[in-house]
């Protein structure tokens, strides 16, 4: 089980999220990131969710097993759509093809699926950095007032409340807002990151997947990750409007970090093609 907020103090951090199913273009980020830590360098690697091939989080869950805490696993929304059994068609409001993404998921984890609904259980749901970066899937919960509201995040008691057909019961809740959030708003955004600030970190620009990007109105580099404002940057892994490009960010822990504007294409924000 890792900590539901993980603190990474040390080294250089790649972050990439909704890898969804393109799998071997992640088998290529892992090579980079292998190779690294074979060179010698502390570097980790942080995984904000989203993956639907069975392939990628058998990957994931080898990742884990060899590289332990150099890699951090965080939930994501569909993860959370297996773990509270909402893959049934129907049982979403996005039903057309959320909902049949949610069903091949399932179906693709076979009778597995409990196996891999107990290693989702275990994924985080942050990462800080010491310098204030903050990772999560999706943003900024407004319903997030402190760490201490992440620590009670509790799977088995929204399980025994919503599973099933509680799809918009749960999404009300804490958890459920946390891991679907899309208010990319700059005051949700400055909240959120004084409630994942303490004594040791000072948080200060806040690094997520899960939005959509050509829906944001937001300041766009070529390989397509979004800067809201000051304090929002949206990375995902690939987007419909650059084909072949993939996505993912780099952090220096030890760099002062003042705003969205000192991740610069090519030191921080880093691409490859395929």
């Known amino acids: 089980m890792q900590p539901k907020v993980v603190d990474l103090d040390r080294g250089r951090v790649l972050f990439v999220s909704d890898i969804h199913d393109r799998h071997e273009a992640f088998d290529h980020l892992v090579a980079i990131f292998r190779d690294r830590v074979e060179n010698g360098e502390e570097i980790f690697l ?63 984890l076979g009778e597995d699926v409990e196996v ?80 994942m600030s303490d004594e040791r970190v000072k948080a200060i620009v806040s690094v997520s997947g899960h939005a959509h990007l050509p829906d944001l109105r937001s300041r766009w580099t070529r390989e397509g990750v979004g800067k809201i404002g000051k304090q929002i940057l949206i990375s995902n892994f690939f987007n419909d409007k650059a084909p072949g490009v993939y996505s993912y960010v780099e952090i220096d822990t030890e760099r002062c970090y003042r705003n969205v504007d000192d991740f610069l294409v090519g030191r921080e924000i880093k691409h490859f093609v395929l």
């Open 46 to 108: 942080v995984v904000g969710g989203d993956s639907e091939k069975r392939e990628t989080f058998d990957c994931l869950w080898e990742l884990k097993q060899t590289y332990n805490e150099r890699v951090v696993l965080l939930t994501g929304n569909y993860e959370c759509a297996i773990i509270m059994g909402f893959w049934s068609v129907g049982r979403c409001r996005e039903r057309d093809e959320v909902d049949l993404i949610f069903a091949k998921m399932a179906d693709e």
């Open 116 to 195: 891999y609904i107990q290693f989702f259980r275990s994924m985080s749901f942050a990462a800080r950095t010491r310098n204030g970066i903050v990772l999560t899937h999706a943003g900024g919960s407004p319903k997030v007032k402190s760490m201490s509201d992440i620590e009670r995040f509790d799977w088995s008691t929204c399980v025994d409340r919503y599973t099933g057909d509680g799809y918009d019961r749960f999404l009300n809740t804490p958890l459920g807002d946390f891991l679907w959030n899309l208010d990319l708003r700059n005051r949700s955004a400055r909240r959120f990151l004084k409630a």
